[in-house]
């Protein structure tokens, strides 16, 4: 049977991407939430707007739902976690309150909601979900987002001891790939790389500190095919799930990956004045293998390739 799937930040980058992908899908009926963002063209892709602080708006959009997957968020890179950090924190914790509560009272199926790595310790070894230490001092500059997504996690285990819904809380590592923020006031650190490397005019480009920093970095269509087979095959009432690539790259490797992809010639420099957030970390992901059969496919090669070539085609003409 058909199930109603709403997919909430349906115009941001995760979002877009799951809403694509869902829609081809004769398994739901899907309805994208938009609100300052426009609305997109897909076959298959209903809309509602709706202001996801405001309880009558939450209320009204979970009418007639079985599925609700949770991708909106304020969110943005790593120049706003250092000088506004407080942006990441208060609507968060809102919106999924009230859609969390919503999702009890009506009675959903399956809830999916993003929490992310920013609460774990930079560590050398690939961390599982047991790895976060409460007691553990967060990074500074992540203590307010990492702290709102334990939170968010808590909130979703709380639910699913007290309601017949499922919860899904997923913790993903660094996700790239079509859609993403390319601008440079907004990107991480992939999407930003990408754009200074598509549109450098003098033969070089600048990356913010040492490139020392390694991250876990995950094409989206990984992420999408973990939604679909939480949605279809968890079995526990609450599951916290890492997903990731399960291996670590140094930034400076990463620029040199993209670079050489793009097949232009660039010089690279490294801007130590600007603000860099030096942690290292890479995911475990045994529990969702084991709980779900999901493994990661497509290689970071794969996936720069795949990114640079959306970039030429989406964004390209517009940049030159």
């Known amino acids: 049977m058909t199930k109603r799937m709403l997919i909430c930040g349906a115009t941001g980058f995760i979002g877009r991407n799951l809403a694509e992908h869902f829609a081809r899908s004769s398994d739901y009926d899907v309805v994208g939430v938009y609100n300052k963002r426009p609305p997109f063209e897909c076959p298959g892709l209903k809309w509602i707007k709706a202001d996801l602080t405001n309880p009558d708006d939450v209320s009204r959009a979970l009418d007639g739902i079985q599925v609700l997957v ?112 390319f601008d440079l006031e907004r990107s991480h650190v992939f999407g930003a790389t990408v754009t200074k490397v598509m549109t450098a005019k003098d033969g070089r480009i600048v990356v913010w500190g040492t490139g020392e920093e390694g991250r876990d970095l995950l094409y989206v269509d990984d992420l999408v095919d973990l939604v679909e087979r939480a949605v279809q095959r968890q079995t526990e009432s609450f599951g916290l799930y890492n997903c990731g690539y399960g291996e670590m790259i140094q930034i400076k490797d990463l620029v040199r990956k993209i670079v050489d992809a793009s097949e232009r010639r660039l010089e690279i420099e490294h801007d130590l004045s600007q603000p860099t957030i030096k942690t290292s970390l890479f995911l475990d992901c045994t529990k969702a293998e084991r709980e779900l059969g999901w493994r990661r496919r497509i290689t970071l090669d794969d996936g720069i390739a795949k990114t640079i070539a959306w970039w030429k085609a989406a964004l390209g003409k517009s940049a030159e």
């Open 70 to 181: 949770q991708a909106a968020a304020t969110t943005s890179g790593s120049k706003d976690i250092v000088t506004r950090p407080y942006i990441h924190v208060t609507d968060n914790a809102v919106m999924n309150s009230l859609l969390f509560r919503a999702a009890f009272e009506k009675k959903l199926e399956n809830v999916v909601f993003f929490s992310c790595t920013v609460m774990l310790q930079s560590s050398e070894r690939a961390l599982t979900e047991e790895d976060f230490d409460e007691n553990a001092e967060l990074h500074p500059r992540y203590f307010g987002v990492g702290w709102t997504k334990v939170y968010v996690e808590k909130m979703c285990e709380f639910y699913s001891r007290i309601g017949p819904t499922k919860y899904t809380a997923i913790r993903h590592s660094n996700i790239y790939g079509p859609h993403d923020k």
